[in-house]
C-alpha cells in the first residue's frame, strides 16, 4: 500500500474517531439535566470516550508517528467542524425568539 493512501486512511479513521468523541461529550451535555448523577454521568462518558480514541490512534498508528499526526489531524478537524457548526448563538433558543439577553 502507498504512503500517500495509509496516511490518508489514518486521516479517515481520525476523521471516525473524532466523531465518536465529540459526539459522545455532545450527547452527555445534551443529557446532563436530565439524570440523576450528572457526575458519574459525565465521568464514565469521559474514561469511556477517551479510552477509545487513545486504542482508536494506538492502533492507527502502528509504530508510524506519520499515521499517529494524520490521525490526530482528523480528530482537530472534527473538533474544528463540531465547534463551528454546535456554536451556543447557533443553537435554538430555549424561550423562543427574543429570549436572551
Known sequence: ?????TLLL???????????????LWLT?????RVRSPTLLFAASFVLRTALAVAGMYLVMGGSWQRMLACL?????????MVSRLRPDRLPQAGGEGAGP
Open 1 to 5: 500500500m502507498s504512503a500517500a493512501l
Open 10 to 24: 489514518a486521516l479517515v479513521a481520525g476523521l471516525g474517531l473524532g466523531l465518536v468523541y465529540f459526539g459522545g
Open 29 to 33: 451535555v445534551r443529557q446532563i439535566g
Open 73 to 81: 489531524a482528523g480528530f482537530i478537524i472534527v473538533r474544528q467542524v
